[in-house]
């Protein structure tokens, strides 16, 4: 009986939809095309769902191709759209956007003059992108600031190299700024070539994995176990809560890639997914410290299902959790020490997006990560310099400095905190 009814609903609901689908097609003030009506059913469908499922035309196909190879023309800029205004999520590190100051929440409202407050995110995206070496003018409102500005990029290469090292008073810094094919090998890469420049050992390891993205969860496995020696690193749960998929240390990387050596993650809103992954795992193997800002919080997993040779989906199929069993939905990284960048002339004023802003975003269905939702703001006097007064001191990356500063003080008692077992069990 039950069945029966169920698939009734089905069937009114497929009668409504084509009602509608034929009064458009009748009824509305010009001509439409039939593909544009379907798209347009499939985004809505999607688009209830949550911020991260979508359909992929061949545009979009085209971009997730380009995302993947690790090259394009553009400005640098991971967006979102909010009441249907495009806004930032994060600037890429060394790119157009990052070295104009384009910072994480801000809108942009025109591009070249022209609105785009109402329109779609692809239409922002693909004017955004082009031909290297031509110019484009942002309109950019950031909340805390009085009235809109200007800022004309000129668009580069955005060269998708995921790994960057340098060693900086022996102590080795590694940028991971996305999760792309190879970003694990070049993890591993880079720690020998940090100890290759030093001689030997490193005083310790800075993991920066401040406005990264995420990108793909094998990649984030691979760059988690190289600082692990056992244990579990993420789990993937979906629909089905009998079905759990685990990853675990010493499959893709042997051993602990720095023998034993202290390591810092620095993490802020714009830490995201993969990111997450990585810093979560070392936090909940207290393998280092966790420092910056709390991370934006996407615990969800998205697979890209095709439906035809160049069209598919982007569809939220499970949720991931840490090795304590703690998802990171919504709540995001806690730090272990909270390090605001005060080189930042307006880093109080300004209001960094996260997932817990999106609309129709996946709930924390743990209860009890909801402390992490609480503001993180408090006043510390460790933090009361100003970016003028810092600025004449040299230090132009306040959490990278407070980073080096801990390990160059703190680096045995760091390595003392990485043999501390792990607190709680992974929950099925």
Not at 175 to 201: C, P, R, W
Not at 210 to 224: K, M, T, Y
């Amino acid at each position: 009986m039950q069945q029966q009814q169920y698939e009734a609903q089905q069937i009114e609901d497929l009668d409504a939809f084509l009602a509608v689908y034929q009064k458009v097609k009748s009824s509305y003030v010009d001509k439409v095309d039939d593909k544009k009506l379907m798209e347009g059913a499939i985004q809505g469908m999607l688009s209830s769902l949550d911020p991260h499922s979508g359909f992929l035309d061949r545009s979009d196909f085209s971009s997730l191709r380009t995302q993947i190879d690790g090259e394009y023309g553009g400005l640098g800029l991971s967006v979102t759209l909010e009441d249907e205004a495009v806004k930032v999520i994060a600037p890429t590190k060394d790119t157009p956007a990052d070295k104009a100051g384009i910072k994480s929440g801000d809108f942009i409202t025109h591009l070249d003059g022209k609105l785009i407050v109402g329109g779609t995110l692809d239409e922002a995206v693909d004017a955004m992108r082009g031909v290297p070496g031509t110019t484009i003018k942002l309109t950019i409102f950031r909340p805390g600031r009085d009235g809109p500005f200007d800022v004309t990029l000129t668009r580069a290469i955005i060269d998708l190299k995921p790994v960057q090292w340098e060693v900086k008073d022996r102590i080795g810094i590694i940028s991971v700024l996305g999760f792309s094919e190879q970003t694990g090998a070049d993890v591993v890469a880079a720690v020998a070539g940090i100890k290759k420049s030093v001689g030997g050992n490193p005083l310790g390891y800075i993991i920066d994995l401040r406005s990264n993205p995420g990108g793909i969860l094998d990649e984030a496995v691979v760059v988690s176990d190289a600082f692990l020696t056992k244990g579990e690193i993420v789990s993937e749960r979906g629909r089905d809560p009998r079905k759990v998929d685990r990853w675990w240390a010493e499959r893709a990387v042997p051993g602990d890639v720095t023998g034993g050596a202290p390591i810092i993650v620095l993490v802020d809103a714009g830490s995201a997914s993969a990111s997450e992954i990585v810093a979560g795992a070392l936090q909940d193997h207290h393998r280092g410290l966790v420092m910056g800002e709390r991370s934006f919080g996407k615990g969800s997993v998205q697979n890209v299902l095709p439906l035809t040779r160049d069209t598919g989906l982007r569809l939220t199929v499970a949720r991931y959790h840490l090795p304590s069993g703690r998802s990171v939905q919504e709540g995001g990284i806690k730090p272990d020490i909270r390090v605001p960048q005060l080189t930042d002339p307006d880093y109080k004023s300004r209001v960094s997006i996260r997932e817990s802003d999106l609309r129709r975003h996946l709930v924390n269905e743990l209860k009890d990560n909801n402390k992490d939702l609480e503001q993180d703001i408090t006043y510390d006097p460790r933090f009361a310099m100003t970016a003028e007064q810092l600025k004449a001191k040299g230090i132009e990356d306040f959490q990278l400095y407070y980073a080096m500063e801990t390990l160059q003080r703190l680096g045995p008692r760091t390595m003392k905190l990485a043999a501390k077992p792990m607190k709680g069990k992974a929950k099925n």
